[in-house]
Structures are given as C-alpha cells and as structure tokens.
Nanobody, 119 residues
C-alpha cells in the first residue's frame, strides 16, 4: 500500500490550495477515503471523508464551507480543495483509507504534505 500526498506549501491567509493523494497497492474505488491533519503539538484532527463512489462526503465543522473533498477513481487520486485558509489551518495533512463514513479509524495513511498559512 502506498499513499502519496502533494500540493502543500506556504500560503497567505485567505488563500487557496489543492492537495492530492495518489494511491496504489489496494483497490482504491472500494474504500472510503479521508483527510486528517495534525498541527504542531496537537493530536490528529479529522478533516473530511468521502465514500467510494464520491457521492457522499462529510466535513469537520472547523472546515465546513471552506474545503471540498473529491476523488477520481480512474486515477486512484483523492483531492482536498481548500479556500479561505486561516492561520489555524496550518498542519501536516495526510490521506488515509478505510473505516466507515462516520468513524475516525482507517487502515493505513500516507506521510503527509505540510500546509503553512502565514502572512
């Protein structure tokens, strides 16, 4: 199993970023996929989950209305479109697969991509 995130970087408050996660080693289209973030000195925070077909998604209240999770099963790729970024969005963002739409558990995760929001 391999999950490789990309797209992170340094962005000013109010800016936007699009994160990607390319998966291999498992049948991507069979699994719920999620984004989780971890800020320095804090525990993991669930961000969003999407079901296998992409037809249903859930978001944490802290990001709802500002981020969109999506997937392209033909490309085995998961996305997170983030807008109106805030300082508190600074974190290591990683993708993970497995678990249910309503749980926080997962089977495996990637190494993550760093998002830094700073002026």
């Amino acid at each position: 199993v391999q999950l490789v995130e990309s797209g992170g970087g340094l962005v000013q408050p109010g800016g936007s970023l699009r994160l990607s996660c390319t998966a291999s080693g498992f049948t991507f289209s069979n699994y719920n996929m999620r984004w989780v973030r971890q800020a320095p000195g804090k525990g993991p925070e669930w961000v969003a989950t999407i079901n296998p077909t992409g037809g249903t998604s859930r978001y944490a209240d802290s990001v709802k209305g500002r981020v969109t999770i999506s997937r392209d099963n033909a490309k085995n790729t998961l996305y997170l479109e983030m807008t109106a970024l805030k300082l508190e969005d600074t974190a290591l963002y990683y993708c993970a697969f497995g678990g249910t739409l309503w749980s926080s558990d997962f089977i495996d995760r990637g190494q993550g991509t760093q998002v830094t929001v700073s002026s």
